[in-house]
């Protein structure tokens, strides 16, 4: 089995800006990713607030999609509080949400920088609060995948 694949950098997005993504790519189960995910979140002091089988809500609708594609909402609960107490409005990023969908025969996970999300809030005394929030969820889709 080969090793997953990471991949940190700029995706371009619509109207030729660019978008920052952290994505992991892995020939493991999507049930394992997803198991193993949920494990690293919590040892990395994290709560999963929520869960989105969004192509069963899709489909539900009667809408076609063939792939498996959850979003997970995770929150460090320390960092989440640092970050509304310098900036209420911060709070429309929050939480954190990973993508984990499956791609071919691969299962992808992917997640907005979250330094890109807070760099548009202008709050410089956060960037470190932020590179370490990224970190963690790197971590946490680096072993996911492993």
Do not use: W
Not at 41 to 68: C, P, W, Y
Not at 80 to 85: E, R
């Amino acid at each position: 089995m080969r090793p997953p694949v990471l991949i940190a950098g700029r995706a371009p997005a619509t109207g030729g800006e660019e978008t920052m993504f952290i994505t992991v790519r892995t020939r493991k189960s999507l049930g394992e990713v997803r198991q193993r995910f949920e494990e690293a979140a919590t040892e990395n002091r994290f709560s999963v607030l929520g869960i989105h089988d969004v192509g069963e809500r899709l489909r539900a609708k009667g809408l076609q999609f063939d792939r498996k594609f959850y979003v997970y909402e995770v929150c460090n609960p320390v960092a989440a509080k640092k970050v509304l107490d310098t900036n209420i409005r911060i709070g429309t990023a929050l939480p954190c949400r990973v993508s984990i969908y499956t791609d071919g025969g691969d299962v992808v996970l992917e997640t907005l920088k979250p330094t890109a999300m807070l760099a548009m809030f202008d709050e410089p005394t956060l960037d470190g609060t932020a590179r370490d929030i990224e970190a963690a969820i790197e971590a946490m889709m680096g072993a996911a995948a492993r």
